[in-house]
């Protein structure tokens, strides 16, 4: 019977509409055959789009669709469930990718693009045709989870997944948990010290019974797809290293951040005595038990803070905003003014970014009498030596731009956070990292815990700059998503399975030497020996194919006609 | 050859190198669009007649974006394509086309830049009078 496809081009509220024409789209593959009704939306993903979607399969008895939008890793899924809603079955979905691959791909070229995403759309409407229903495969799901690093969000990761009844494994490289949490002092707004909310993970954590604690432990090999993976740990130990493996069914990588450590003269460092890093300061603080307050054999009377220093960068690659640090050097400068009451503070700022309840802290800073010094972000402050003190000048934003010169006895650089140095652990789950070199989450909104690993979550500022809150939160989040992964026992997998045409076949034992997985077999069929593919081990990686001299074998989805007849439409 | 006529069609894989290619899109690190891409499962699953049926339908090039070593079906993946392009040679020289006309290079899930690097000299070697 001849399919009646509904196809659906979306703006992506300008992400693709800005660069492709899709109107001209929609009227390139109205009139393609089988095309029966052809719409353009803002969001296809949009609620109301989804419930339209759903109306149109219904009433026209649709029997494909068809959605040009993103990625689909992205959307695949959410509108295979629409067309499962409409009672369609969801191998008729058919997705064109035509933002990563033609709108972003090609903003420079409008023309360029838009003429692409015709051609792809044209394609997937040339699959759609040939699409079958299928009913997916269902596999076994290990019930643990392997979280990689034991800091705040990998700690909270565990003791969720544990609380779920999930077997964990919470590995840490160094000796101890609790990776930069313990280094933090007082944490706005809760005025709770790293420490104490340490100690209270520490014990929560030894209350769970699920929870398998590795320390001195490293990740150094990765095999296996999501429901069973195998991990290979090497782990430290006062005579030397050993190996183990064990099996989880997914992986939560918290493996963290490093402090941005400035360069040799930027603003000073390591050129003028008495110019440090933020958390060399609340080291320094946080062990300062005198009177006064000394550093370098030096009475403290005035600290000047240099903000935004490796983040935002105006020339640098850190473009981004490290979102904790604002707060964390109010949180200092209260800190040190309430050990030290008469020392005076001066803020160098880009612009105060402590959102949310954070605010009050700043307000308190200003009360207490702190100075604010709005500098310009082109023009940042000139840090000297002057006559046994440090300099800092400044053009003042909020004062017409005039220059304010403050004199301070300590300069203390607020340094936000980069990329772990460690990049193993990317590299060997080959997770993607984004323009500022954190590991990536499929969507920012949408699927903000999971990578385009299966099975692989993120938490916590592995995935970008992050305070305590809301590394826990993504923590949470994480653990939640690693769970659906694994609560089930069972996984549904895609049924793509390689099958081979009997009549044709002429068993020659190329298949069976090329399957990876001991799928092929040698039976009796229409009296002589063929090829059998068993369903349950095939894993649809489509090796067999192309080895058959006969051009046997096909693959569900991957067929000679379905990959014929996009590369015919994409070759016009 | 006029400049704008040439075709490229890139076979990438689902879990690999496709997400590098949508990478190079989300970083709008831009390459000509005449790039198209299909996605297979594995890049060792790509049979020499699709290939074949691309230049023959008027894809001036094709570029297979491989597993390499990152493929999750197995350790075999670098050989089998190989053996794929290797194939697929000796049919592009019985009917008359350049091999150098099919190009393969393995992918990482994050190597976008290296995508955008291949298919850019890619694009400028077809563009060459004797391709």
């Known amino acids: ?572 | 050859m006029d400049k704008r006529s040439v075709k490229i069609l890139v076979f990438s894989t689902e879990k690999i190198s496709d997400p590098a290619i949508d990478m190079a899109g989300l970083l709008k690190l831009h390459y000509p669009p005449q790039v198209y891409t299909i996605a297979v499962r594995c890049s060792s699953g790509i049979k020499p007649r699709w290939i074949m049926r691309a230049f023959e339908k008027g894809f001036d090039g094709v570029f297979i974006a491989a597993d390499g070593s990152d493929c999750s079906f197995g350790e075999s993946c670098t050989e089998k394509t190989g053996a794929i392009v290797e194939k697929t040679h000796i049919m592009m020289k019985e009917k008359g086309i350049e091999p150098s006309r099919l190009r393969m290079a393995a992918l990482c899930s994050v190597c976008s830049e290296s995508f955008v690097k291949h298919v850019k000299s890619f694009n400028e070697l077809l563009l060459k009078p004797e391709n």
């Open chain 1, 1 to 572: 019977m001849k399919k009646k496809l509904g196809i659906y081009i979306c703006a992506c509220g300008g992400n693709i509409s800005d660069y492709v024409d899709i109107e001209k789209v929609k009227d390139a593959v109205k009139d393609e055959d089988c095309v029966i009704l052809a719409k353009t939306t803002m969001f296809a993903c949009g609620d109301s789009n989804q419930k339209d979607m759903d109306a149109d399969i219904k009433a026209n008895d649709l029997s494909g669709i068809v959605v040009a939008s993103c990625s689909p890793k992205l959307h695949l899924t959410t509108f295979r469930a629409v067309s499962e809603r409409a009672g369609l079955n969801k191998y008729n979905y058919v997705h064109a990718n035509i933002r990563e691959q033609a709108s972003w791909a090609h903003s420079d070229n409008k023309t360029g693009a838009t003429e692409k995403a015709i051609l792809l759309v044209r394609a997937a409407i040339a699959k759609a045709r040939l699409a079958e229903s299928l009913e997916p495969i269902v596999i076994k799901s290990r019930r643990s989870v392997a979280v990689i690093g034991a800091g705040v969000a990998g700690l909270k990761a565990a003791i969720s997944l544990s609380r779920m009844q999930d077997e964990v494994f919470l590995i840490e490289r160094e000796n101890r948990i609790g990776g930069n949490l313990a280094n933090l002092d007082t944490i706005s707004p809760e005025n709770i010290s790293g420490k104490e909310l340490l100690i209270r993970l520490e014990e929560d954590l030894k209350k769970e019974k699920n929870i398998t604690l590795l320390t001195n432990s490293e990740v150094v090999g990765n095999s296996g797809n999501i429901g069973d993976f195998t991990l290979t740990l090497k782990i430290s130990g006062s005579e030397g290293s050993t190996t183990k493996d064990i099996k989880v069914g997914s992986v939560l990588v918290a493996t963290g951040f490093n402090s941005y450590i400035p360069a040799d003269g930027e603003f000073g460092f390591n050129q003028i005595a008495n110019v440090i890093t933020l958390p060399q300061f609340r080291d320094i603080l946080r062990n300062a038990d005198s009177k006064k307050f000394v550093f370098n054999g030096k009475v403290i009377n005035s600290v000047a803070y240099i903000y935004c220093v490796g983040s935002r960068q105006v020339k640098g690659e850190n473009k981004y905003c490290s979102r904790y640090c604002c707060t964390a050097a109010v949180q200092a400068s209260l800190d040190l003014k309430k050990k030290y009451p008469d020392i005076q503070n001066y803020h160098f700022t880009k612009g105060v970014r402590t959102y949310g309840k954070q605010e009050l802290i700043y307000k308190e800073s200003n009360s207490a009498g702190d100075i604010y010094i709005q500098f310009l972000d082109k023009k940042p402050p000139i840090v000297t030596e002057l006559d046994g003190a440090i300099s800092i000048k400044a053009g003042d934003l909020l004062s017409e731009k005039k220059e304010i010169e403050a004199l301070a006895d300590l300069v203390v650089l607020v340094t936000g956070m980069v990329p772990d140095k460690d990049t193993s652990i990317g590299s060997l789950f080959k997770l993607p990292k984004g323009r500022d070199k954190f590991f990536n989450e499929i969507h920012m909104k949408l699927r903000p815990v999971e990578t385009v690993i299966d099975g692989i979550t993120i938490a916590g500022t592995c995935q970008g700059p992050k305070n305590v809150m809301e590394s826990v939160n993504s923590a949470l989040s994480a653990a939640a998503k690693s769970h659906s992964f694994v609560s089930k026992g069972e996984l549904e997998l895609e049924p793509i399975v390689a099958y081979a045409d009997k009549s044709s076949c002429n068993w020659c034992n190329a298949c069976s030497d090329a399957c990876p997985f001991n799928a092929i077999s040698k039976i009796e069929a229409e009296g002589k020996e063929v090829a059998s593919i068993n369903k349950s081990t095939c894993k649809g990686c489509g090796m067999c194919l192309p080895v058959c001299p006969t051009d046997s074998i096909e693959l569900i989805s991957f067929t000679n006609k379905e990959m014929e007849s996009m590369i015919d439409v994409l070759a016009q």
